[in-house]
T-cell receptor, first 113, second 114 residues
Framework: DAGVIQSPRHEVTEMGQEVTLRCKPISGHNSLFWYRQTMMRGLELLIYFNNNVPIDDSGMPEDRFSAKMPNASFSTLKIQPSEPRDSAVYFC???????????FGNGTRLTVT | AQSVTQLGSHVSVSEGALVLLRCNYSSSVPPYLFWYVQYPNQGLQLLLKYTSAATLVKGINGFEAEFKKSETSFHLTKPSAHMSDAAEYFCAVGNNNAGNMLTFGGGTRLMVKP
């Protein structure tokens, strides 16, 4: 079990650029979550997929953010255009069902200058 | 609706002392409760979970938590702190109406003094 794999681990970009974060969930897990962690706001759920379908995207901050899950083994979170206030650690997590814990990746630390 | 409150964003204990991290939850239906730990530059890892079996739940690294329905609490304890326990700890709640979604508390940073 390789765990949830996120890439890149670190991303530094300039304001206005497009940023794409990637996630490979654990094989067999049918739920995938994107979280954002900042000092000010803590851990925020951005979007939740079940069987590749977005179930709840109410946490997505604004239209600049979009997420896709084209298949069971891959998801992306895109920010276009990026802004300095998007700087945070973005986590991907996956799970099998509501009784099961979330398995988190090691996160992508995004810095927008 | 569900929510989690962790009392104390920072807790400091001496090595060998009791660790007590507080978590209170709100849930309109029977909850599932989790404690996660986050070490620097890593994702969250599961410490333990409660899913309506025994009310006293034992987790990894000597941690345990007790579900108290009357107090809507799920406090995390460890009898004797170790330097390696220094990390951030998150309580989370889920329920049958929330699908697989968990609501996380704000986290408590545990510091262990030598």
């Amino acid at each position: 079990d390789a765990g949830v794999i996120q890439s890149p681990r670190h991303e530094v970009t300039e304001m206005g650029q497009e940023v794409t974060l990637r996630c490979k969930p654990i094989s067999g897990h049918n739920s995938l979550f994107w979280y954002r962690q900042t000092m000010m706001r803590g851990l925020e759920l951005l979007i939740y997929f079940n069987n590749n379908v977005p179930i709840d995207d109410s946490g997505m901050p604004e239209d600049r953010f979009s997420a896709k899950m084209p298949n069971a083994s891959f998801s992306t979170l895109k920010i276009q255009p990026s802004e300095p206030r998007d700087s945070a650690v973005y986590f991907c997590a996956s799970s099998t069902d509501r009784h099961s814990p979330l398995h988190f990746g090691n996160g992508t630390r995004l810095t927008v200058t | 609706a569900q929510s989690v409150t962790q009392l104390g964003s920072h807790v400091s204990v001496s090595e060998g002392a009791l660790v007590l991290l507080r978590c209170n939850y709100s849930s309109s239906v029977p909850p599932y409760l989790f404690w996660y730990v986050q070490y620097p530059n890593q994702g969250l890892q599961l410490l333990l979970k409660y899913t309506s079996a025994a009310t006293l739940v034992k987790g990894i690294n000597g941690f345990e938590a007790e579900f108290k329905k009357s107090e809507t609490s799920f406090h995390l304890t460890k009898p004797s702190a170790h330097m390696s326990d220094a990390a951030e700890y998150f309580c989370a709640v889920g329920n049958n109406n929330a699908g697989n979604m968990l609501t996380f508390g704000g986290g408590t940073r545990l510091m262990v003094k030598p």
